[in-house]
């Protein structure tokens, strides 16, 4: 079971001021490891990992740090339920499980730390289960979304 809140505000507010606290700056943005070659840091039982990661950072003398987070909002709730209910291969299951995800509107879900070294990306990220629910819903509307896929004309039989 996992030791972490189901709002990682605060955490944020933590992480914030201990990077702070450490001389860094924070650039705000959000690190996609598809796109640059990243390392992810491996979080296994330590809820605290990353203030290791910070002072790995300053010790890297990293100039500064990325920082993400992601807040549900109603608004993203909306749309979710909306792309589910005209999906092809979507169950009320999954629609109930989306309207569960109610309750956490307004809360953080998401954190991403990063630096650069080296030409590598190191990444840190720390989610909520209720998160990682929503992104498994979003991928689901995502893959069974009804987009009717048009035959290429060139591609006669």
Do not use: C
Not at 6 to 18: I, P, Q, S
Not at 131 to 140: F, G, H, I, V, W
Request: without cysteine; negative net charge.
């Amino acid at each position: 079971m996992s030791s972490l809140p189901e709002d990682l505000a605060g955490l944020k507010d933590d992480m914030v001021a201990f990077i702070e606290g450490h001389g860094m700056r924070r650039f705000h943005g959000y690190v996609d490891a598809e796109e640059v070659p990243s390392v992810l840091w491996k979080v296994e039982d330590n809820p605290d990992g990353w203030k290791d990661f910070v002072e790995l950072a300053k010790a890297a003398s990293a100039p500064f740090l990325t920082m993400d987070s992601w807040q549900f909002r109603r608004e993203d709730l909306d749309e979710l339920l909306e792309r589910l209910a005209n999906a092809e291969f979507t169950n009320d299951e999954d629609l109930e499980e989306a309207r569960w995800l109610r309750t956490y509107a307004g809360k953080t879900g998401f954190i991403q730390l990063g630096f650069a070294h080296q030409g590598v990306t190191m990444v840190y990220e720390v989610s909520t289960e209720w998160y990682d629910r929503y992104q498994r819903l979003l991928e689901l509307a995502e893959d069974f979304g009804g987009i009717p896929m048009e035959p290429d004309q060139g591609d006669e039989l």
